[in-house]
């Protein structure tokens, strides 16, 4: 096909960027920003001739693609969500000469509660994935590690071979190994002691959740030289139980299905690099682009998804605004934090919207003594409950400390309560879910348009 040769060759004029994908943290915030400009008038151009979704899209709003030159101009593309693109049937989302049943099939894991399925051809999928690998390789991970990851095993689709992943497993290079969050924590330690892991990687709600399990015996067997974690938010409380728990770095990965790596976390700052020679992120609130320190939405274009374009695609999740230019000295932008999902957030009695995440800051200094694990659930409009799986039983004096803190950030008319309990469920994902809604999850069921309830004020 015609598409298929003018991808290959796409690809095969990049093929120096596996070279340079090692070396581009060595260029200059302006040359990375040429690279990525030159890679958007690609896409763009791409999607408008290829794509019916986007050629409407343009058309319908008055766009010229050749005036998106560069990441300032994006704003002037409608951010497309999930929901715009369900509705629309695959043929209208694939490049023409693309059957979008020969392609690899990625779908989301349905956390905002509709899953939703990226389509790549093969080249696209090792592709995006070697943007990972580069990651892995700037945290300390060596040819020759072992990798074990805790977290789902999906089904591998037909259509993806694994061929590299195979040949490379055979040559003991980047091994990698999957073990099944849905296990008993009991038999995941049992496969963590026979596998002996050079590098770690998983949820970090089950990884937090092993180390109070872990025994001397465990602790032995079980010695990587650092942990990966990903697919959740990382709060400083888990961070925290992690290294006390295998005495070794951690570091943060955001990713997601649609778009693979988005960003990693630096080594000197703290700050998340973001993969700016695979995607452009821009965070956003009520349509204007954030300021540096600012909360916003993240919204995404792929560089290199040509089969399935996405551009300006909101992928419901919320964070902080790093900088232009991370201080490490590498040409990234950054990432201060990532809250979580965008339906997460708590609607409160008085009609105000918070994310949960401001009620975890609130007692993040005050939880490290008895607290093992929790979860904050917003029960009712008037009642947020911490769910705590303690270390030890806390005082009457600590109980009351977090119960002024919480309440004084959520108001005189909220209630907020305090539940020992002996243990959190992950949810059927294998997940911990750190913040969950029982009024947003009332509402899905009954069928209300969640886009109607996103918050306007962070």
Known sequence: MLLSRNLASFYLQHLRALKGLWAR????????????????QRLVAHAYANVPYYRQLFDGHGIDPREIRSSEDLCRVPITSKKDLQIQPPSDLVARGLDPENLIAVTTNGSSGRPFTVRR????QNWLHTFRLRAHRYHGRRLSDRMVRVGRVRSVDPRDSKVLGRA??????????????????DDILARLRDLRPDVLNGYPGVLTRLMGLMGERDRKAIRPRFVLTGAEVLTRHQRAQIVRGLGVPVFDLYG???????????RDTSQMHMCDDAVIVEVVQDGRSVATGERGEVVATSLYSY???????RLDDVVTKGY???PCGQPYSTIHAVQGRVAEHFLLHSGRMIHPFEISEVIRDEQDSWVAQYQLIQERRDLVVMQVVPFVTPSPEELASITTSVTALLGSDMRFEV??????????????????SLLRSREEAAGLDETNHLPTEP
């Open 25 to 40: 943290p060595r260029l200059t915030r302006r040359e990375m920003e040429v690279f990525q400009n030159d890679l958007l």
């Open 168 to 185: 490379l497993g055979k040559l003991r290079v980047y091994r990698f190994v999957e073990v099944s969050t849905l296990l008993e924590p």
């Open 307 to 313: 089969a399935m374009p996405l551009i300006r695609y």
């Open 324 to 326: 232009t230019c991370c």
């Open 256 to 266: 997601c299905a649609e778009f693979n790596l988005v960003a990693w976390e630096c």
């Open 419 to 436: 539940r020992l309990v002996s243990e959190i469920l992950p949810d059927q994902g294998g997940k911990y879910r750190l913040y969950r």
């Open 121 to 124: 051809t093969w080249l696209e």
